[in-house]
Nanobody, 122 residues
């Protein structure tokens, strides 16, 4: 079993910043992709940013230039620094990680956090 614990959500005024954190714990041999998704009320969950553990991260168009994803592989932790927040960024933000539980595991699976609310007031 793997748990993803998110923190750092909250309320902020437009133009402000928040930093989300996510720590994965449990039966983990390795993690490939770690990323952040969000779900705006009434809409489907969408990708915000993903870090594959190597190379450059990928961002949604709405996140480019304002959000930065970073990761510490040794600590199974990923962060999302969100700057210049806009009211349209208001959503529940979810952490996700592709987990290989054991060295002999042939497949990986995606584990999700419970979500953290981000509210941006205009």
């Amino acid at each position: 079993q793997v748990q993803l614990m998110e923190s750092g959500g909250g309320s902020v005024e437009a133009g402000g910043s928040l930093r989300l954190s996510c720590v994965a714990s449990g039966t983990i041999f390795s993690i490939s992709a770690m990323g952040w998704y969000r779900q705006i009320a009434g809409k489907e969950r969408e990708l915000v940013a993903v870090h594959l553990g190597y190379g450059s991260p990928n961002y949604s168009d709405s996140a480019k230039g304002r959000f930065t994803i970073s990761r510490d592989n040794a600590k199974n932790t990923v962060w999302l620094q969100m700057n210049t927040l806009k009211p349209e960024d208001t959503a529940v933000y979810y952490c996700a990680a592709d987990i290989r539980p054991r060295s002999d595991s042939l497949v990986t699976y995606t584990s999700w956090g419970q979500g953290t609310q981000v509210t941006v007031a205009s």
